[in-house]
Nanobody
């Protein structure tokens, strides 16, 4: 069965960095676009970043543009989210998601598989 397992979350101070990883199994990773979403307490799940099958096309939410970088290693079936200059507003559970298509999208309803999430907490 399809599994997406996130790791790399934790507690960091404002201005710090974290690198999230999402290891995929049970699917043809190299043919799927991948995305990162996040959900803060009391808020809706929101788009963070997406990457197409080859890594050649990426999209970012305005709130993270210039600070976060999504990338992928198809040989390792893994997608990454490098997060720099973190702010308290970035505190959320971060989810990895996979599409049944090669093209990247920003809508959560366009993703078919989801990981269990990893907590990121940014202290003031």
């Amino acid at each position: 069965q399809v599994q997406l397992v996130e790791s790399g979350g934790g507690l960091v101070q404002t201005g710090g960095s974290l690198r999230l990883s999402c290891a995929a199994s049970g699917l043809t990773f190299s043919l799927r676009a991948m995305g990162w979403f996040r959900q803060a307490p009391g808020k809706e799940r929101e788009f963070v970043a997406a990457i197409n099958w080859s890594g050649g096309i990426t999209y970012y939410a305005d709130s993270v543009k210039g600070r976060f970088t999504i990338s992928r290693d198809n040989a390792k079936n893994t997608v990454y989210l490098q997060m720099n200059s973190l702010k308290p507003d970035d505190t959320a559970v971060y989810y990895c998601a996979a599409r049944s298509a090669t093209s990247a999208r920003t809508g959560a309803n366009e993703y078919d598989y989801w990981g269990q999430g990893t907590q990121v907490t940014v202290s003031p």
